[in-house]
């Protein structure tokens, strides 16, 4: 089989998604190291990949770029004339930007449509065993002969962004006597939140019980949430929602001995900077891939509720009413994990 020499990623979204493509662009770059390497992505998430030394080009679509910027980009791929092209998004987007392909192979990402139907509606499980969803990027170039490392997720840090983060840290109270400890209170959908009341319980827990300082990280969307678990301890819990890029956030959770958080984006951008993780989960289950891997990582969830999974990418709503997923995964129950996990003393 020819070895390819012009390779374009797609992944157009969302955080843990475009992170879990990152074995893959590394094993690629380390297979085809004189390939040429470039990616899509969507224009604010360039963050997580700006960085990286195996990009060679990183092409950006904005969220309201419409049909006429989408087939503009489509066009500017098309004259790359790529050897191979590796589709890990795998929706309309994506499938139109590969659309009339002169030449180049194209490889698609399965999704495991039927088998993901079958789980929600029926809770029969056909999936063939806990694939995580980086090895199933991975299964698009096996023909290759590339297999997973071991290595998990990565993102370069900006060193500009990192001195930076490191000062308005320090301005904040970042002590290297104190446990550093990260919350992050959001998530995509509502049905995937832990109650913010919650997490505050559990930061009045690790409070009174370690030398630690609590750092709250998330978009504008958790403002809300931030602000009430703050009112625990204002001198010892910092808001940070909102504030920082996705690139300082990175920076940030690099500095942190352990974030707790929701199964969400920052939850895979925290293995990436290898901070130990303790996630909580609520609609998911592990069959969906979405799971954090690693020696670092921890996962709680009500494991015995009928109704899970009730999605694969969370909902505005619980279908039942009754949101037990989450609302029965006591703070206490949390907090006797967390202490040993990221050893609070």
Known sequence: MQEPQKILLIRLSSIGDILLT?????LLHRRFPQAQIDFVVKE???????????IGTLYTLASRAGFSG???????????????VVDVHNNWRSRFLCLGLKGGRVVRYRKYAWQRFLLIRAKIDKYPGEIPVHRRYLDTVRDWGIADDGQGLQIALDPTDRQ??????????????????????????PTKIWPAEYFALLAERCLRQANVRIWLFGNQADRDAAERICRVHPDRIVDMTGKFTLMQTSCAL???????????????????????????FGPTTRQFGFYPQGSQVKVIEHEHLDCRPCSAYGSKRCPRNHFRCMREIDPLRVYEMVEPFFHLI
């Open 22 to 26: 990152t074995p893959l662009l590394r």
């Open 70 to 84: 989408l087939t503009a980009l489509r066009a500017e791929l098309h004259a790359q004339n790529y050897d191979l």
């Open 254 to 280: 690099a500095a942190m001995q352990g974030l707790v958080c929701n199964d969400s984006g920052l939850m895979h951008l925290a293995t990436a900077v290898k901070c130990p993780v303790l996630a909580i």
């Open 164 to 189: 930076q983060v490191q000062l308005v840290l320090q301005q904040n109270g970042y002590r290297l006597d104190e446990l550093q400890l990260g919350f992050a209170p959001g998530a995509g959908m």
């Open 44 to 54: 604010q998430f360039r963050d997580l990949l700006r960085c990286d030394p195996a």
